[in-house]
């Protein structure tokens, strides 16, 4: 399957590793929107959250919380977003989470 996220999960492309746990692996945004942008994906591909199983989103879950504490924006506050489909503007067909953090964040999100 051709898949950027596969790719960088397997090494074949070079990812700025954050963090890796058995389920999910987490990189730096190549166009980071803020000082702290993390993508946390599942190791196991799926398309979007439409596809994603209770384990998964818990895995997920606990990757968001280890990546906020290790990057030291989980006392500051943080988003943890993912984009799905065409009106959520998702380009990448991988399942991801955007961690966002490390400044005031604006209040509207569309
Ligand atoms: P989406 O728009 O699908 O929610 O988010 C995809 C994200 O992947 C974007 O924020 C984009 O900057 C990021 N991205 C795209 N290509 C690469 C890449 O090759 N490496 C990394 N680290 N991030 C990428
Ligand atoms: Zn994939």
């Known amino acids: 399957m051709d898949c950027l996220f596969c790719k960088i999960i397997a090494g074949e492309i070079p990812g700025n590793k954050v963090y890796e746990d058995e389920y999910t692996y987490a990189f730096w945004d190549i166009n980071p929107q803020a000082p702290v942008h993390v993508l946390i994906v599942p190791k196991k591909h799926m398309e ?3 596809e994603c199983d209770a384990e998964t989103a818990a895995h997920l879950t606990d990757a968001i919380r280890a990546v906020a504490r290790q ?5 500051t506050g943080f988003r943890a977003i993912t984009n799905c489909g065409e009106d959520g503007c998702q380009s990448v067909k991988h399942l991801h989470v955007h961690l966002l953090g490390g400044k005031k964040l604006s209040e509207t999100m569309d």
């Open 71 to 75: 990057e030291g924006v989980d006392k």
């Open 48 to 50: 979007n959250v439409l």
